[in-house]
């Protein structure tokens, strides 16, 4: 139902572009965020962004990621620039909304995808 891409290997300072994109069966999408979870750790709030365009991030990537959306496409991106080891985790999409066949706005999660940052 969502579907991410754009994770890999890059080096400190580097930069990678998360996209995800929901399925046609996930409509009238309210909020989409950006999380991840390093090994060991909890999944954590990376990024998260309103239908209005309104964001919030964590402390941690504030001032180096960006989160937009594209409504027409439902689709959401996150910009990762000046990548640090830190940030190396699976990261994962999520959106709330509604979904064909399913009563009332519930969380969606993509599948994954793995950002590694070599030191």
């Known amino acids: 139902q969502l579907v991410e891409s754009g994770g890999g290997l890059v080096q400190a300072g580097g930069s990678l572009r998360l996209s995800c994109a929901a399925s046609?069966?996930?409509?009238?999408?309210?909020?989409m965020g950006w999380y991840r979870q390093a090994p060991g750790k909890q999944r954590e709030l990376v990024a998260r962004?309103?239908?209005?365009?309104?964001?919030n991030y964590a402390d941690s990537v504030k001032g180096r990621f960006t989160i937009s959306r594209d409504n027409a496409k439902n689709t959401v991106y996150l910009q990762m620039n000046s990548l640090k080891p830190e940030d190396t985790a699976v990261y994962f999409c999520?959106?709330?909304?509604?979904?064909?066949?399913?009563?009332?706005?519930?969380?969606?999660w993509g599948q994954g995808t793995q950002v590694t940052v070599s030191s």
């Open positions: 046609a069966v996930i409509f009238s999408i309210n909020a």
């Open positions: 999520n959106c709330n909304a509604l979904r064909i066949g399913v009563p009332g706005a519930n969380d969606y």
């Open positions: 962004i309103t239908r209005g365009g309104t964001t």
